[in-house]
Protein backbone atom coordinates (compact mmCIF):
# COMPACT_ATOMS: atom_id res chain seq x y z
CA UNK A 1 0.00 0.00 0.00
CA UNK A 2 2.86 2.30 0.50
CA UNK A 3 3.80 1.93 -2.79
CA UNK A 4 1.00 3.70 -3.77
CA UNK A 5 1.17 6.76 -1.24
CA UNK A 6 4.35 7.31 -1.89
CA UNK A 7 4.04 7.63 -5.31
CA UNK A 8 1.14 9.48 -6.03
CA UNK A 9 1.76 12.09 -2.57
CA UNK A 10 5.03 13.14 -4.29
CA UNK A 11 2.33 14.24 -7.58
CA UNK A 12 -0.46 15.92 -5.56
CA UNK A 13 0.27 19.45 -5.70
CA UNK A 14 0.54 21.70 -3.05
CA UNK A 15 -1.65 24.30 -2.73
CA UNK A 16 -0.27 26.32 -0.08
CA UNK A 17 1.76 24.16 2.11
CA UNK A 18 1.49 20.45 2.35
CA UNK A 19 -0.55 19.29 5.44
CA UNK A 20 1.00 16.86 6.93
CA UNK A 21 -0.75 13.50 8.84
CA UNK A 22 -2.03 14.30 11.49
CA UNK A 23 -3.58 18.05 10.03
CA UNK A 24 -4.97 15.58 7.06
CA UNK A 25 -6.43 12.92 9.53
CA UNK A 26 -8.03 16.29 11.39
CA UNK A 27 -9.17 17.61 8.41
CA UNK A 28 -11.40 13.91 7.04
CA UNK A 29 -12.86 13.31 10.74
CA UNK A 30 -14.38 17.29 10.40
CA UNK A 31 -15.39 15.97 6.79
CA UNK A 32 -16.47 13.15 7.68
CA UNK A 33 -19.00 14.94 10.68
CA UNK A 34 -20.23 16.79 7.92
CA UNK A 35 -17.94 19.74 7.87
CA UNK A 36 -18.11 21.48 4.22
CA UNK A 37 -15.22 23.61 4.39
CA UNK A 38 -12.97 20.65 5.39
CA UNK A 39 -13.75 18.69 2.32
CA UNK A 40 -12.78 21.20 0.21
CA UNK A 41 -9.70 21.57 1.78
CA UNK A 42 -9.43 18.24 0.76
CA UNK A 43 -10.53 18.67 -2.41
CA UNK A 44 -8.25 21.32 -3.45
CA UNK A 45 -5.46 19.01 -2.35
CA UNK A 46 -5.73 16.35 -4.33
CA UNK A 47 -8.21 17.54 -7.52
CA UNK A 48 -5.41 19.19 -9.78
CA UNK A 49 -3.38 15.65 -10.22
CA UNK A 50 -7.50 13.50 -10.11
CA UNK A 51 -8.06 16.76 -13.27
CA UNK A 52 -4.38 15.64 -15.34
CA UNK A 53 -5.00 11.80 -14.58
CA UNK A 54 -8.71 12.58 -15.89
CA UNK A 55 -7.81 13.76 -19.06
CA UNK A 56 -5.02 12.03 -19.62
CA UNK A 57 -7.50 9.26 -19.75
CA UNK A 58 -10.65 10.76 -21.30
CA UNK A 59 -8.99 13.50 -23.66
CA UNK A 60 -11.28 15.76 -23.47
CA UNK A 61 -11.40 18.52 -20.71
CA UNK A 62 -15.13 18.48 -21.11
CA UNK A 63 -15.27 15.28 -20.05
CA UNK A 64 -12.40 14.93 -17.58
CA UNK A 65 -14.39 17.73 -15.63
CA UNK A 66 -17.35 15.37 -15.21
CA UNK A 67 -15.24 12.43 -14.32
CA UNK A 68 -13.86 15.25 -11.95
CA UNK A 69 -17.17 16.17 -10.29
CA UNK A 70 -18.32 12.26 -10.41
CA UNK A 71 -15.20 11.28 -8.33
CA UNK A 72 -15.66 13.91 -5.90
CA UNK A 73 -19.39 13.70 -5.60
CA UNK A 74 -18.55 9.88 -4.31
CA UNK A 75 -15.72 10.83 -2.21
CA UNK A 76 -18.11 13.15 -0.37
CA UNK A 77 -21.09 10.36 -0.07
CA UNK A 78 -18.63 8.12 1.39
CA UNK A 79 -16.61 9.75 3.44
CA UNK A 80 -18.13 8.71 6.30
CA UNK A 81 -17.05 5.08 5.40
CA UNK A 82 -12.63 6.09 5.18
CA UNK A 83 -11.61 3.63 8.12
CA UNK A 84 -7.82 5.12 7.76
CA UNK A 85 -6.48 1.79 7.02
CA UNK A 86 -4.81 3.11 3.96
CA UNK A 87 -4.02 6.42 3.12
CA UNK A 88 -6.54 8.70 1.82
CA UNK A 89 -4.82 9.25 -1.17
CA UNK A 90 -4.92 6.00 -2.42
CA UNK A 91 -8.57 5.51 -1.20
CA UNK A 92 -9.11 8.83 -2.94
CA UNK A 93 -7.28 7.96 -6.08
CA UNK A 94 -9.03 3.95 -6.21
CA UNK A 95 -12.69 5.95 -6.71
CA UNK A 96 -11.33 8.11 -9.31
CA UNK A 97 -9.95 4.94 -11.17
CA UNK A 98 -13.32 3.30 -10.67
CA UNK A 99 -15.02 6.28 -12.17
CA UNK A 100 -12.24 6.28 -15.23
CA UNK A 101 -13.17 2.42 -15.39
CA UNK A 102 -16.89 2.89 -15.80
CA UNK A 103 -16.13 6.14 -18.64
CA UNK A 104 -14.16 4.44 -20.62
CA UNK A 105 -16.07 1.25 -20.45
CA UNK A 106 -19.32 3.36 -21.30
CA UNK A 107 -17.52 5.01 -24.03
CA UNK A 108 -16.13 1.69 -25.60
CA UNK A 109 -19.86 0.75 -26.11
CA UNK A 110 -20.88 3.75 -27.12
CA UNK A 111 -18.35 3.58 -30.23
CA UNK A 112 -19.15 0.68 -31.07
CA UNK A 113 -22.32 2.04 -31.85
CA UNK A 114 -20.91 5.19 -33.57
CA UNK A 115 -17.83 6.74 -33.05
CA UNK A 116 -17.97 10.48 -32.06
CA UNK A 117 -16.53 12.90 -34.40
CA UNK A 118 -14.97 16.26 -33.36
CA UNK A 119 -15.46 19.23 -35.34
CA UNK A 120 -12.58 18.47 -37.74
CA UNK A 121 -14.17 15.12 -38.04
CA UNK A 122 -11.19 13.53 -35.91
CA UNK A 123 -12.32 11.86 -33.05
CA UNK A 124 -12.09 13.45 -29.75
CA UNK A 125 -9.14 11.58 -28.36
CA UNK A 126 -6.60 12.99 -31.24
CA UNK A 127 -7.34 16.71 -29.54
CA UNK A 128 -4.83 15.74 -26.82
CA UNK A 129 -1.75 15.00 -29.19
CA UNK A 130 0.53 17.75 -30.09
CA UNK A 131 0.28 19.84 -32.46
CA UNK A 132 3.75 20.43 -34.63
CA UNK A 133 4.74 23.62 -36.29
CA UNK A 134 2.82 22.98 -39.61
CA UNK A 135 4.49 25.94 -41.24
CA UNK A 136 7.85 24.34 -40.67
CA UNK A 137 7.99 21.25 -42.75
CA UNK A 138 4.73 20.78 -44.16
CA UNK A 139 5.34 16.83 -44.97
CA UNK A 140 6.88 16.35 -41.45
CA UNK A 141 3.63 18.01 -40.61
CA UNK A 142 1.51 15.28 -42.16
CA UNK A 143 2.98 13.03 -41.02
CA UNK A 144 3.49 13.72 -37.61
CA UNK A 145 -0.51 13.73 -38.10
CA UNK A 146 -0.56 10.48 -39.20
CA UNK A 147 1.32 8.78 -36.26
CA UNK A 148 -0.42 10.65 -33.66
CA UNK A 149 -3.67 9.30 -35.33
CA UNK A 150 -2.33 5.89 -35.49
CA UNK A 151 -1.50 6.01 -32.00
CA UNK A 152 -4.78 7.13 -30.80
CA UNK A 153 -6.93 4.45 -32.83
CA UNK A 154 -4.12 1.78 -31.39
CA UNK A 155 -4.65 3.12 -28.29
CA UNK A 156 -8.67 2.95 -28.41
CA UNK A 157 -8.58 -0.34 -29.15
CA UNK A 158 -7.34 -1.49 -25.61
CA UNK A 159 -9.81 -2.55 -23.30
CA UNK A 160 -10.69 -0.48 -20.60
CA UNK A 161 -8.96 -2.12 -17.91
CA UNK A 162 -5.88 -2.28 -20.45
CA UNK A 163 -5.96 1.10 -21.13
CA UNK A 164 -5.90 2.08 -17.70
CA UNK A 165 -2.93 -0.27 -17.12
CA UNK A 166 -1.05 1.15 -19.44
CA UNK A 167 -1.52 4.66 -18.67
CA UNK A 168 -0.36 4.44 -15.20
CA UNK A 169 2.31 2.17 -15.92
CA UNK A 170 3.21 4.45 -19.55
CA UNK A 171 2.85 7.98 -18.88
CA UNK A 172 2.40 7.89 -15.30
CA UNK A 173 5.42 5.54 -14.54
CA UNK A 174 3.87 3.95 -11.48
CA UNK A 175 4.76 0.44 -10.02
CA UNK A 176 2.27 -2.84 -11.42
CA UNK A 177 1.63 -3.35 -7.66
CA UNK A 178 -0.06 -0.23 -7.32
CA UNK A 179 -1.60 0.01 -10.38
CA UNK A 180 -3.40 -3.16 -9.47
CA UNK A 181 -4.23 -1.73 -5.76
CA UNK A 182 -5.79 1.23 -7.25
CA UNK A 183 -7.89 -0.53 -9.73
CA UNK A 184 -9.11 -2.95 -7.22
CA UNK A 185 -7.25 -6.19 -8.83
CA UNK A 186 -4.22 -8.30 -8.28
CA UNK A 187 -0.48 -7.41 -9.47
CA UNK A 188 -0.63 -10.33 -11.50
CA UNK A 189 -4.00 -8.94 -13.50
CA UNK A 190 -1.67 -5.53 -14.38
CA UNK A 191 0.96 -7.49 -15.56
CA UNK A 192 -1.47 -9.30 -17.53
CA UNK A 193 -3.02 -5.66 -18.83
CA UNK A 194 0.29 -4.44 -19.75
CA UNK A 195 1.11 -7.59 -21.04
CA UNK A 196 -1.80 -7.56 -23.84
CA UNK A 197 -1.52 -3.63 -24.15
CA UNK A 198 2.12 -3.79 -25.35
CA UNK A 199 1.22 -6.25 -27.66
CA UNK A 200 -1.54 -4.94 -29.23
CA UNK A 201 -0.02 -1.83 -29.53
CA UNK A 202 2.92 -3.17 -31.10
CA UNK A 203 1.23 -4.89 -33.75
CA UNK A 204 -0.50 -1.96 -34.18
CA UNK A 205 2.52 0.88 -34.87
CA UNK A 206 5.40 -1.63 -35.31
CA UNK A 207 5.46 -0.27 -38.92
CA UNK A 208 6.19 3.49 -37.80
CA UNK A 209 8.84 2.09 -35.06
CA UNK B 1 15.19 -18.52 -21.10
CA UNK B 2 13.11 -19.82 -23.51
CA UNK B 3 11.58 -17.33 -26.30
CA UNK B 4 8.87 -18.11 -25.24
CA UNK B 5 9.39 -16.09 -21.82
CA UNK B 6 11.17 -13.44 -23.52
CA UNK B 7 8.08 -12.58 -24.72
CA UNK B 8 5.91 -12.96 -21.38
CA UNK B 9 8.46 -10.98 -19.95
CA UNK B 10 9.10 -8.20 -22.36
CA UNK B 11 7.15 -5.40 -21.55
CA UNK B 12 7.96 -5.86 -17.69
CA UNK B 13 11.76 -5.71 -19.04
CA UNK B 14 10.68 -2.29 -20.75
CA UNK B 15 8.89 -0.83 -17.64
CA UNK B 16 11.64 -1.59 -15.11
CA UNK B 17 9.38 -4.41 -13.55
CA UNK B 18 11.50 -7.52 -13.12
CA UNK B 19 13.69 -8.54 -10.67
CA UNK B 20 17.41 -8.43 -10.94
CA UNK B 21 18.30 -11.93 -11.80
CA UNK B 22 14.78 -12.36 -14.16
CA UNK B 23 16.50 -9.24 -15.92
CA UNK B 24 19.78 -10.88 -16.16
CA UNK B 25 18.92 -14.25 -18.00
CA UNK B 26 16.41 -11.34 -19.97
CA UNK B 27 19.48 -10.11 -21.22
CA UNK B 28 21.37 -12.89 -21.73
CA UNK B 29 18.81 -14.15 -24.47
CA UNK B 30 18.72 -11.29 -26.50
CA UNK B 31 22.28 -11.49 -26.41
CA UNK B 32 22.11 -14.89 -27.52
CA UNK B 33 18.65 -14.64 -29.91
CA UNK B 34 18.66 -12.89 -33.21
CA UNK B 35 14.71 -13.02 -33.02
CA UNK B 36 14.02 -11.84 -29.86
CA UNK B 37 16.57 -9.10 -30.19
CA UNK B 38 14.87 -7.43 -33.35
CA UNK B 39 11.26 -8.03 -31.33
CA UNK B 40 13.26 -6.10 -28.45
CA UNK B 41 14.03 -3.04 -30.63
CA UNK B 42 10.76 -3.18 -32.42
CA UNK B 43 9.10 -2.72 -29.08
CA UNK B 44 11.25 0.30 -27.67
CA UNK B 45 10.65 1.89 -30.81
CA UNK B 46 6.82 1.37 -30.48
CA UNK B 47 7.23 2.64 -26.61
CA UNK B 48 9.54 5.81 -27.81
CA UNK B 49 6.74 6.55 -30.28
CA UNK B 50 4.02 6.29 -27.22
CA UNK B 51 5.44 9.27 -26.33
CA UNK B 52 4.93 11.18 -28.96
CA UNK B 53 1.42 12.16 -27.68
CA UNK B 54 1.85 14.94 -25.25
CA UNK B 55 0.48 15.51 -21.96
CA UNK B 56 -2.61 17.85 -21.28
CA UNK B 57 -2.27 20.07 -18.63
CA UNK B 58 -5.50 21.28 -17.05
CA UNK B 59 -5.38 25.17 -17.13
CA UNK B 60 -5.93 26.79 -14.01
CA UNK B 61 -9.40 28.03 -15.63
CA UNK B 62 -10.47 24.99 -16.08
CA UNK B 63 -9.39 23.90 -12.53
CA UNK B 64 -11.25 27.20 -11.09
CA UNK B 65 -14.86 25.88 -13.37
CA UNK B 66 -14.17 22.34 -12.12
CA UNK B 67 -13.96 23.56 -8.51
CA UNK B 68 -16.92 25.85 -9.02
CA UNK B 69 -19.63 23.09 -10.55
CA UNK B 70 -18.00 20.77 -8.00
CA UNK B 71 -18.88 23.00 -5.08
CA UNK B 72 -22.51 24.08 -6.86
CA UNK B 73 -22.98 20.30 -6.84
CA UNK B 74 -22.14 20.03 -3.35
CA UNK B 75 -24.33 22.88 -2.67
CA UNK B 76 -27.15 20.54 -4.21
CA UNK B 77 -26.17 17.14 -1.75
CA UNK B 78 -25.94 19.32 1.00
CA UNK B 79 -29.77 20.86 0.90
CA UNK B 80 -31.10 18.14 -1.37
CA UNK B 81 -32.87 14.98 0.12
CA UNK B 82 -29.24 13.19 0.33
CA UNK B 83 -28.42 15.74 2.65
CA UNK B 84 -31.81 15.77 4.48
CA UNK B 85 -31.35 12.00 5.06
CA UNK B 86 -27.48 12.51 5.95
CA UNK B 87 -28.55 15.38 8.89
CA UNK B 88 -31.29 13.26 10.45
CA UNK B 89 -29.61 9.83 10.44
CA UNK B 90 -26.65 10.02 12.36
CA UNK B 91 -29.17 11.78 15.23
CA UNK B 92 -31.54 9.37 15.43
CA UNK B 93 -29.11 6.44 15.64
CA UNK B 94 -26.99 8.03 18.14
CA UNK B 95 -29.36 7.36 20.90
CA UNK B 96 -29.74 3.63 21.98
CA UNK B 97 -33.05 4.12 23.48
CA UNK B 98 -34.60 5.55 20.37
CA UNK B 99 -32.74 3.27 17.79
CA UNK B 100 -35.65 0.53 18.36
CA UNK B 101 -38.13 3.00 17.19
CA UNK B 102 -35.63 4.32 14.47
CA UNK B 103 -35.81 0.85 13.20
CA UNK B 104 -39.88 0.32 13.76
CA UNK B 105 -39.79 3.87 11.89
CA UNK B 106 -37.92 2.59 8.58
CA UNK B 107 -39.29 -0.65 8.53
CA UNK B 108 -42.76 1.15 8.28
CA UNK B 109 -41.45 3.45 5.95
CA UNK B 110 -39.91 1.01 3.81
CA UNK B 111 -43.30 -0.90 3.33
CA UNK B 112 -45.40 2.10 3.01
CA UNK B 113 -42.75 3.25 0.53
CA UNK B 114 -42.77 -0.19 -1.26
CA UNK B 115 -46.92 0.22 -0.80
CA UNK B 116 -46.87 3.63 -2.43
CA UNK B 117 -44.04 3.21 -5.55
CA UNK B 118 -45.75 -0.11 -6.85
CA UNK B 119 -47.33 1.97 -9.80
CA UNK B 120 -43.97 3.30 -10.07
CA UNK B 121 -42.28 -0.69 -10.33
CA UNK B 122 -44.78 -1.64 -12.65
CA UNK B 123 -43.71 0.91 -14.99
CA UNK B 124 -40.36 -0.86 -15.14
CA UNK B 125 -42.27 -3.84 -16.94
CA UNK B 126 -40.11 -3.78 -19.80
CA UNK B 127 -39.32 -6.78 -23.08
CA UNK B 128 -36.08 -8.05 -21.37
CA UNK B 129 -33.15 -9.64 -22.90
CA UNK B 130 -32.40 -13.75 -22.24
CA UNK B 131 -29.59 -12.88 -19.39
CA UNK B 132 -32.26 -10.79 -17.63
CA UNK B 133 -35.26 -13.26 -18.11
CA UNK B 134 -33.43 -15.54 -16.12
CA UNK B 135 -33.13 -13.00 -12.87
CA UNK B 136 -36.85 -11.83 -13.26
CA UNK B 137 -40.15 -13.10 -14.88
CA UNK B 138 -39.70 -12.62 -18.07
CA UNK B 139 -41.19 -9.31 -19.21
CA UNK B 140 -41.89 -7.97 -15.89
CA UNK B 141 -40.14 -6.05 -13.71
CA UNK B 142 -42.44 -4.88 -11.27
CA UNK B 143 -40.56 -4.90 -7.61
CA UNK B 144 -37.42 -4.75 -9.27
CA UNK B 145 -35.55 -2.31 -6.93
CA UNK B 146 -33.07 -0.38 -9.44
CA UNK B 147 -29.62 0.22 -7.35
CA UNK B 148 -27.87 2.01 -10.46
CA UNK B 149 -27.46 2.30 -14.23
CA UNK B 150 -24.28 1.70 -15.42
CA UNK B 151 -24.78 2.52 -19.43
CA UNK B 152 -27.98 3.92 -21.87
CA UNK B 153 -26.78 3.41 -25.55
CA UNK B 154 -29.15 4.72 -28.06
CA UNK B 155 -28.45 3.82 -31.71
CA UNK B 156 -29.51 6.42 -33.54
CA UNK B 157 -29.78 4.22 -37.16
CA UNK B 158 -32.83 2.33 -35.42
CA UNK B 159 -33.83 4.42 -32.55
CA UNK B 160 -33.25 1.45 -30.23
CA UNK B 161 -32.38 1.87 -26.72
CA UNK B 162 -30.20 -0.43 -24.77
CA UNK B 163 -29.92 0.37 -21.17
CA UNK B 164 -27.99 -1.70 -18.64
CA UNK B 165 -28.76 -1.71 -14.63
CA UNK B 166 -27.91 -3.55 -11.82
CA UNK B 167 -30.73 -4.64 -9.18
CA UNK B 168 -30.69 -7.89 -7.57
CA UNK B 169 -28.15 -8.23 -10.54
CA UNK B 170 -26.63 -6.97 -13.60
CA UNK B 171 -29.87 -6.25 -16.11
CA UNK B 172 -30.13 -5.13 -19.90
CA UNK B 173 -33.30 -3.45 -21.42
CA UNK B 174 -34.22 -2.73 -24.61
CA UNK B 175 -36.67 -0.35 -26.09
CA UNK B 176 -37.57 2.73 -27.52
CA UNK B 177 -38.57 5.66 -26.27
CA UNK B 178 -41.50 5.15 -27.45
CA UNK B 179 -42.19 2.59 -24.78
CA UNK B 180 -43.77 5.07 -21.64
CA UNK B 181 -41.63 2.50 -19.18
CA UNK B 182 -38.65 3.25 -21.33
CA UNK B 183 -39.28 6.73 -21.59
CA UNK B 184 -40.35 6.98 -17.62
CA UNK B 185 -36.82 5.59 -17.21
CA UNK B 186 -34.67 7.76 -19.20
CA UNK B 187 -36.80 10.95 -17.85
CA UNK B 188 -36.34 10.34 -14.57
CA UNK B 189 -32.81 9.23 -15.24
CA UNK B 190 -31.74 12.73 -17.02
CA UNK B 191 -33.63 14.56 -14.18
CA UNK B 192 -31.99 13.26 -11.28
CA UNK B 193 -29.07 10.57 -11.87
CA UNK B 194 -25.90 11.39 -10.08
CA UNK B 195 -23.45 10.34 -13.33
CA UNK B 196 -23.40 13.35 -15.74
CA UNK B 197 -22.07 10.40 -18.60
CA UNK B 198 -25.22 8.68 -18.06
CA UNK B 199 -27.29 11.77 -18.08
CA UNK B 200 -25.71 12.73 -21.19
CA UNK B 201 -26.24 9.16 -23.11
CA UNK B 202 -29.88 9.26 -21.46
CA UNK B 203 -29.73 13.00 -23.55
CA UNK B 204 -28.93 11.07 -26.54
CA UNK B 205 -31.62 8.76 -25.89
CA UNK B 206 -34.27 11.21 -25.62
CA UNK B 207 -33.13 13.29 -28.57
CA UNK B 208 -35.94 11.15 -30.59
CA UNK B 209 -39.04 11.18 -28.36
CA UNK B 210 -39.08 15.05 -27.76
CA UNK B 211 -42.77 15.26 -29.38
CA UNK B 212 -43.65 13.67 -25.89
CA UNK B 213 -44.55 16.13 -23.59
CA UNK B 214 -42.85 14.07 -20.53
CA UNK B 215 -39.92 13.86 -22.97
CA UNK B 216 -40.07 17.69 -24.01
CA UNK B 217 -40.44 18.85 -20.37
CA UNK B 218 -36.91 16.44 -19.49
CA UNK B 219 -34.97 18.18 -22.37
CA UNK B 220 -36.27 21.91 -20.97
CA UNK B 221 -35.16 20.86 -17.50
CA UNK B 222 -31.85 19.33 -18.25
CA UNK B 223 -31.32 23.10 -19.89
CA UNK B 224 -32.10 24.53 -16.97
CA UNK B 225 -31.09 22.77 -13.85
CA UNK B 226 -28.51 20.11 -15.40
CA UNK B 227 -25.72 20.79 -12.88
CA UNK B 228 -23.08 20.07 -15.89
CA UNK B 229 -22.73 22.81 -17.94
CA UNK B 230 -21.59 21.16 -20.90
CA UNK B 231 -24.74 18.89 -20.41
CA UNK B 232 -26.87 22.12 -20.16
CA UNK B 233 -25.11 23.08 -23.71
CA UNK B 234 -26.15 19.95 -25.08
CA UNK B 235 -29.87 20.03 -23.83
CA UNK B 236 -30.06 22.95 -25.06
CA UNK B 237 -28.79 22.31 -28.46
CA UNK B 238 -31.32 19.56 -28.30
CA UNK B 239 -34.46 21.63 -27.68
CA UNK B 240 -33.67 24.20 -30.20
CA UNK B 241 -34.29 21.08 -32.58
CA UNK B 242 -37.99 20.96 -30.97
CA UNK B 243 -41.45 22.72 -31.84
CA UNK B 244 -41.59 26.15 -30.61
CA UNK B 245 -44.35 26.60 -27.35
CA UNK B 246 -44.66 28.77 -24.36
CA UNK B 247 -42.83 26.27 -22.29
CA UNK B 248 -39.67 26.82 -24.59
CA UNK B 249 -39.88 30.11 -24.74
CA UNK B 250 -40.54 30.76 -20.93
CA UNK B 251 -37.02 28.42 -19.81
CA UNK B 252 -35.08 30.42 -22.88
CA UNK B 253 -35.82 33.41 -21.19
CA UNK B 254 -35.26 32.19 -17.83
CA UNK B 255 -31.83 31.20 -19.21
CA UNK B 256 -31.82 34.83 -20.26
CA UNK B 257 -31.92 35.77 -17.23
CA UNK B 258 -30.57 32.83 -14.60
CA UNK B 259 -27.68 30.76 -16.58
CA UNK B 260 -24.69 31.13 -14.63
CA UNK B 261 -22.73 30.00 -17.56
CA UNK B 262 -22.04 33.12 -20.40
CA UNK B 263 -21.54 30.59 -23.05
CA UNK B 264 -24.89 28.76 -22.43
CA UNK B 265 -26.58 32.06 -21.52
CA UNK B 266 -25.65 33.78 -24.94
CA UNK B 267 -26.55 30.43 -26.68
CA UNK B 268 -29.77 30.89 -25.46
CA UNK B 269 -30.36 34.58 -26.51
CA UNK B 270 -29.10 33.68 -29.59
CA UNK B 271 -31.99 30.77 -30.07
CA UNK B 272 -34.85 33.11 -28.97
CA UNK B 273 -33.83 35.88 -31.00
CA UNK B 274 -33.40 33.64 -33.92
CA UNK B 275 -36.71 32.12 -33.47
CA UNK B 276 -38.25 35.72 -32.64
CA UNK B 277 -36.71 37.15 -35.94
CA UNK B 278 -36.98 33.87 -38.16
CA UNK B 279 -41.13 33.15 -37.17
CA UNK B 280 -41.64 37.01 -36.63
CA UNK B 281 -42.72 36.23 -32.81
CA UNK B 282 -43.94 39.75 -31.85
CA UNK B 283 -45.11 37.96 -28.34
CA UNK B 284 -40.98 38.42 -27.62
CA UNK B 285 -40.61 41.56 -28.29
CA UNK B 286 -41.19 43.24 -24.92
CA UNK B 287 -38.58 40.53 -23.55
CA UNK B 288 -36.30 41.16 -26.44
CA UNK B 289 -36.48 45.09 -25.82
CA UNK B 290 -36.08 44.30 -21.69
CA UNK B 291 -32.54 42.58 -22.83
CA UNK B 292 -32.20 45.16 -25.32
CA UNK B 293 -32.80 47.84 -22.36
CA UNK B 294 -30.67 46.61 -19.14
CA UNK B 295 -28.70 43.75 -20.62
CA UNK B 296 -24.90 43.94 -19.18
CA UNK B 297 -23.49 42.65 -21.86
CA UNK B 298 -23.16 44.56 -24.51
CA UNK B 299 -23.31 41.63 -27.57
CA UNK B 300 -26.94 40.83 -25.89
CA UNK B 301 -28.06 44.72 -25.84
CA UNK B 302 -26.75 45.04 -29.50
CA UNK B 303 -28.42 41.88 -31.07
CA UNK B 304 -31.61 42.37 -28.94
CA UNK B 305 -31.93 45.73 -30.28
CA UNK B 306 -31.97 44.76 -33.76
CA UNK B 307 -34.35 41.60 -33.55
CA UNK B 308 -36.53 44.56 -32.08
CA UNK B 309 -35.82 46.31 -34.88
CA UNK B 310 -36.70 44.04 -37.74
CA UNK B 311 -39.87 42.82 -35.73
CA UNK B 312 -41.95 46.33 -34.99
CA UNK B 313 -39.68 48.62 -37.27
CA UNK B 314 -38.38 52.15 -37.01
CA UNK B 315 -41.28 52.69 -34.06
CA UNK B 316 -38.46 51.31 -31.78
Redesign the interface.
Known amino acids: MDGICLELAGKVPAEGSRLDEADEHDLIRRAQH ?1 D ?1 AA ?2 VL ?2 LY ?2 EV ?2 LA ?2 VV ?1 S ?6 L ?3 A ?2 KV ?2 SIAHFRFDSRFSTWLYRVVMNVCL ?2 L ?2 QK ?2 NE ?2 APESEEGQPEFFQ ?3 DEKPGLDPERSVQ ?1 KE ?2 QR ?2 TA ?1 SQLTPRERMVFEL ?3 QGM ?2 RAIGELCGTTEETA ?1 NC ?2 R ?3 K ?2 LA ?2 D ?2 | MECKTFD ?1 N ?3 Y ?2 D ?1 LEAEERSAFEAHVKSCQNCRTLLE ?9 H ?7 TPE ?2 V ?3 E ?3 R ?2 DH ?2 FGW ?1 GLI ?2 WLPVVIGFPASRAVATATLVALGFGLGWVLRPHANRLSIPVKADMAQAVPAGDLSNVHINDI ?2 V ?4 QTGAIRITLNAERKMTLEGSVDDPRIRDLLVNAIKGY ?5 R ?2 TLDALRAGSRQPSVREALIYAMQHD ?2 T ?1 MRLEALKTVQGMEWGADLSQALIDSADHEQNPGVRLTAIDALVNHAVQAKDRTLVPELQRLAGNDSNRYVRITCAKAVHDLVGDGY
Open positions: GRFEVRDRLRIKGPDEAQDYQEFLYRDHRRNRVQTLAGIRIGLKHYRLKLFATQLRLVLA | ELALLYEQSRGVQTLLQRVTVEPLLECRALYALEQRRSTQAPDSDNAGIRDPNG
